[in-house]
């Protein structure tokens, strides 16, 4: 028997074309995409330039000559060679949902950066699913960046069949279809990160203070604030001064909201004390919740302020605010213990303040996955204990890129993380192995063998595991190619 290649319909597994003569001209596999390439020859039968095209983003499988699925993956490019003519079409620069990122040139006020809404093509996301691209512009204004986005999913929504002269072509068959493909992992390349903020903060220029807790009428301040995204807060920094010399602190908590006021108890909070501040001046304090707090993405939470102690017209707390209300999404009340309710406070101000949240590992992992490994089934993940860190705020990311850096943070004990998509599509994370599990060995014609002292015919599965050659450091096998028709191996190319 001979190696076999079959490519599928994705979405219900149906043939699309499983011809005998069609061969694996070189395979790689690596520790984080598990298939990584794939470079095929194809017969140039049947199927024209325009069927391939179809057919490309498909699920492709290599088997083995004794049947076994040796590796699996998508359909990223056609190419076929006439002397030094050749014809290609590929799915690489396709792009059917284009946004622009662009710094505006008319509306000084606005933000560094804006972003235009997303185009879409829904025919082409209907033939090979969601495929973003995302431009950068230096200066632009929006109906300028709106229309450059508009010009590029014009010209890139469907693959393009291309006809160029290609000098290093002259020598290939001119009867066979060259295939390139990807492993499934590579799919999360696809999709844009939309980027989660870790912060929520009003740090604009100071512009007037809120006195705490030297009279009735301000016995409590709260600042409400809304919750973007499902964080685990753990730090807070708030501008603010002493008067005098209090001897209590102040205390700094999260709250609930409660039809548009503080709820009353706290779900974590931080004392001040103050010798840590300054009398003449306004600084910056920080301090880390303990234990940290989960909130709820889209819900509204409020930053209460008290006193541990009792009123005090000589001695007491300024937290700095802003009158200039910069601050869309919330509003500063103030408890009035004459009355033993919430007012707004006049002039309205904000709270100056910046709330720090992290997201578990991988719990982001997760996120990254539903979001943008639209052919991908889940993930399942057996890596130790994880760790809390800053969600990934950049927003010009691909997916793919947003899930390489969580795995490189490793886990909790500093063991790295392999990952890989099973034949089913189900994304796996592992811890890899260490150094002392080395079994594997090299024999005499360099041929891998495996610790019952036998020849792996099987090469691939070797990826992920440590060699130990004779009277040499364990070297770990983090990649692998194979070139089927010599049997040619390239450990870690």
Do not use: H
């Given at each position: ?143 300028s960046a709106e229309r450059f986005a508009q010009m590029r999913l014009a010209e890139k929504a469907f693959p393009q069949i291309r006809f160029n002269e290609e000098s290093r072509a ?324």
């Amino acid at each position: 028997m001979s190696w076999a290649v079959e490519l599928l319909d994705r979405e219900n597994g149906r043939f699309l074309n499983s011809s005998e003569r069609c061969q694996p001209l070189k395979l790689s596999w690596d520790d984080f995409f598990g298939p990584k390439e794939a470079l095929i020859s194809c017969p140039a039968e049947s199927l024209s330039m325009e069927d391939w095209k179809l057919r490309l983003g498909q699920d492709l499988r290599v088997y083995d000559p004794q049947g076994r699925l040796a590796w699996w993956g998508y359909l990223e490019a056609v190419s076929q060679d006439f002397g030094k003519l050749a014809y290609s079409v590929d799915i690489r620069e396709m792009a059917n949902r284009v946004a622009v990122r662009y710094r505006d040139s008319v509306d000084a006020e606005a933000p560094e950066f804006t972003q235009t809404a997303w185009f879409e093509d829904l025919e082409s996301q209907a033939i090979y699913g969601q495929k973003e691209a995302l431009f950068i512009l230096n200066q632009a204004s929006q109906n300028s960046a709106e229309r450059f986005a508009q010009m590029r999913l014009a010209e890139k929504a469907f693959p393009q069949i291309r006809f160029n002269e290609e000098s290093r072509a002259s020598n290939r068959d001119g009867g066979i279809y060259r295939l390139t493909c990807k492993g499934w992992m590579n799919s999360l390349s696809w999709r844009i990160w939309p980027g989660v903020n870790g912060r929520i903060e009003n740090t604009v220029m100071q512009s007037g203070f809120q006195p705490l807790g030297n009279t009735g009428n301000n016995l409590r301040l709260a600042q409400s604030f809304l919750v973007r995204d499902s964080l685990k807060f753990n730090r807070i920094s708030v501008r603010l001064r002493k008067v005098g010399e209090p001897s209590d602190k102040l205390r700094l908590s999260l709250q609930e909201d409660s039809a548009g006021k503080p709820f009353g108890l706290a779900l974590t909070s931080v004392l001040i004390s103050p010798e840590e501040l300054q009398s003449g001046s306004y600084s910056w304090q920080s301090l880390n919740f303990a234990p940290p707090v989960e909130l709820t993405g889209g819900m509204p939470y409020w930053l209460a302020a008290e006193r541990s102690g009792a009123l005090n017209a000589n001695n007491y707390y300024q937290l700095a605010v802003d009158e200039n209300l910069n601050f869309e999404e919330g509003n500063l009340l103030l408890f009035d213990q004459s009355t033993a309710s919430w007012k707004a406070r006049l002039p309205e101000a904000d709270l100056l303040f910046k709330l720090t949240g992290v997201r578990n590992q991988l719990a982001q992992m997760r996120d990254v996955v539903e979001f943008g490994g639209q052919f991908l089934r889940g993930i399942e993940a057996q890596i130790g204990e994880t760790l809390d860190l800053p969600p990934v705020s950049e927003e010009d990311w691909d997916c793919l890129r947003v899930f390489r850096l969580l795995m490189n943070y490793g886990n909790v004990d500093y063991s790295p993380l392999c990952s890989g998509s099973d034949p089913n599509r189900r994304l796996q994370v592992w811890q890899r192995k260490s150094a002392s599990t080395a079994v594997l060995r090299l024999d005499e014609k360099t041929r891998l063998i495996n610790q019952a002292g036998q020849a792996m015919d099987a090469p691939w599965q070797a990826v992920g595991e440590w060699l130990a050659p004779d009277a040499a450091r364990p070297l770990y096998l983090r990649g692998l190619s194979l070139e089927p028709a010599t049997g040619k191996i390239i450990f870690n190319p």
